[in-house]
């Protein structure tokens, strides 16, 4: 098995994140007087999860650079004094020998700017803010690129039901892949691996399509027309965050749609490099909506990519051919 190490230390790394956001998260549901709309919460969270992956991936991978989300430059201003002590806590709680220097270093480590060449990690210590905020979906995510490939995805989606068909079940999976190796999830709280693999679903109007709860982030509109034309019956299944790539992965949707609702945004590499070895791994195919492979060689963004397209892999080329049509009469 290829990258053995670097799988253990990232499970390890992410799951000790998923304590951490689940721990603040629910001290946000206590707090009653806390508004919603207060992003201090998530900011902790965020801030804290990045602490300890980057803290676990400097002390067993040091030349390995990291291109992650966030930076320690706020919680260095006095304005962010309160929220760096908070952060320094949470931290605390997991890693014990670890002082403020530690803290603010490893989170300023992630700011490599990725590339083509040589090994690197993407990281989104909280994707899917607006999910945590609301007590729906999140996503900690890391990945592995070697020269310009995602090898390894790790997800862990703390709010997820183990199993799709029981919703109000457990809660809190893992998933991981590694290139060439295939797909595996687990809950957080049993180690215990299985495989996992996309539906074997050909006939479009048996599919089911997610995508993202904020219609700011992917066209709902459009995404509704190609439902449409391909025969979809069920509605959209929304939820925030990479979660989409694991419920393409384990067949809970066959079809994932991100479709530009902004011309010219780059997506993220840390929003996509673990979702996308996680599902091409169960099965699945994973494109832009124009049909090209996502380029993750470019730096901090693919730039060369518009919008998502991920499915079963046996539906790529119907969706695609519905999406074309779609994107094309869009004004
Ligand atoms: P989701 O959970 O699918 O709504 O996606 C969350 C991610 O959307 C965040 O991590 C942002 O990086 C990203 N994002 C922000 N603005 C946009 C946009 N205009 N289009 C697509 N993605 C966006
Ligand atoms: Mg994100």
């Not at 201090?40 to 992956?53: K, L, R």
């Not at 300023?108 to 945590?132: E, M, Q, V």
């Not at 901090?300 to 080329?317: D, E, F, Q, S």
Request: proline share 5%.
């Amino acid at each position: 098995m290829a990258y053995q190490q670097e799988r253990r230390v990232a499970v390890r790394a992410v799951l000790r994140a998923c304590q951490l956001c689940e721990t603040v998260r629910a001290a946000l549901v206590l707090a009653e007087t806390l508004a919603k709309k207060d992003k201090s919460p998530v900011t902790v969270a965020d801030f804290g999860a990045q602490a300890v992956i980057a803290h676990d991936l400097i002390g067993a991978f040091p030349d390995d650079p990291i291109v992650g989300e966030e930076d320690a430059g706020d919680l260095r201003t006095e304005r962010g004094a309160a929220i760096k002590d908070k952060v320094i806590q949470q931290v605390n709680a997991l890693i014990t020998d670890i002082g403020e220097d530690k803290v603010l270093a490893a989170i300023d480590s992630c700011t490599s700017a990725g590339g083509a060449a040589g090994r690197y990690w993407t990281l989104d210590p909280i994707d899917g803010t607006k999910g945590f905020l609301r007590g729906q979906q999140y996503a900690v995510a890391l990945a592995l690129i070697k020269d310009g490939v995602p090898v390894l995805g790790v997800l862990g989606c703390p709010n997820l039901p183990v199993e799709a068909r029981r919703p109000d079940g457990a809660r809190g999976c893992l998933f991981v892949a590694a290139r060439g190796e295939g797909a595996m999830m687990r809950s957080l709280a049993d180690a215990t691996e299985s495989p996992i693999t996309v539906a074997d679903i050909a006939d479009p109007a048996r599919a089911s399509f997610c995508e993202s709860v904020e219609a700011g982030h992917s066209a709902h509109d459009l995404a509704a027309q190609v439902a449409d034309r391909l025969g979809v019956r069920v509605p959209p299944y929304r939820i925030d965050s990479q979660a989409k790539y694991a419920a393409v992965a384990r067949g809970d949707a066959s079809i994932y749609l991100r479709l530009p609702t902004l011309a010219g945004y780059q997506e993220n590499i840390w929003d996509h490099a673990a979702g996308y070895v996680v599902v091409t791994e169960a099965g699945g195919r994973v494109s832009d909506v124009h049909g090209n492979p996502l380029d993750f060689s470019l730096g901090r963004t693919l730039r060369n990519n518009v919008g998502i397209v991920a499915t079963n892999g046996k539906l790529h080329a119907q969706v695609m051919a519905a999406v074309h049509a779609v994107l094309s009469l869009a004004p």
